[in-house]
C-alpha cells in the first residue's frame, strides 16, 4: 500500500513564495513517478508538475511553468514542490500523486495513489 502525505500550504501573500513537500510511503520510491495537481473551488483539477523516478526528469504544466520547481530526494522518499512569485490565480487545493511507473504523465488519471491535499490560499 502506498500513502502520500503533503505538506506545506498555508496562507502567504502574493509575490510570495510556498514549498510543499509530498512524503511518499510504500515500496520502493524510485519506481515510482511523483504529479502535483491543484483544485481551485468550482474548478476542474488541472496540472502543476511531474517528476520521473529518478529525478531526471520534471514536466510542468502551463499555469505554473516558469514560476516553480519540483524535485525530489530519493534518501527521504519525499517530493517537493517550490512555488514562487505567487497569485491569488494559485489559490487551490494542492494534491500529490503517484503512479506505478517511473516515468510521469501530465493527466490526472495516469496517477495510481493520491494524497489528501494540502490547502495554499495567496492573498492579495
Known amino acids: 500500500q502506498v500513502q502520500l502525505e503533503e505538506s506545506g500550504g498555508g496562507l502567504v501573500q502574493a509575490g510570495g513564495s510556498l514549498r510543499l513537500s509530498c512524503a511518499v510511503s510504500?515500496?520502493?520510491?524510485?519506481?515510482?513517478?511523483v504529479g502535483w495537481f491543484r483544485q481551485a473551488p468550482g474548478k476542474e483539477r488541472e496540472f502543476a508538475a511531474a517528476?520521473?523516478?529518478?529525478?531526471?526528469?520534471?514536466y510542468y504544466g502551463d499555469p505554473v511553468k516558469g514560476r516553480s520547481a519540483i524535485s525530489r530526494d530519493n534518501a527521504k522518499s519525499t517530493v517537493y514542490l517550490q512555488l514562487n512569485s505567487l497569485k491569488p490565480e494559485d489559490t487551490a487545493v494542492y494534491y500529490c500523486?503517484?503512479?506505478?511507473?517511473?516515468?510521469?504523465?501530465?493527466?490526472?488519471?495516469?496517477?495510481?495513489?493520491w494524497g489528501q491535499g494540502t490547502r495554499v490560499t495567496v492573498s492579495s
Open positions: 500523486a503517484a503512479a506505478e511507473t517511473p516515468t510521469y504523465g501530465g493527466s490526472w488519471d495516469y496517477y495510481d495513489y
Open positions: 510504500g515500496r520502493t520510491f524510485t519506481r515510482y513517478a
Open positions: 517528476i520521473s523516478g529518478s529525478g531526471g526528469a520534471t
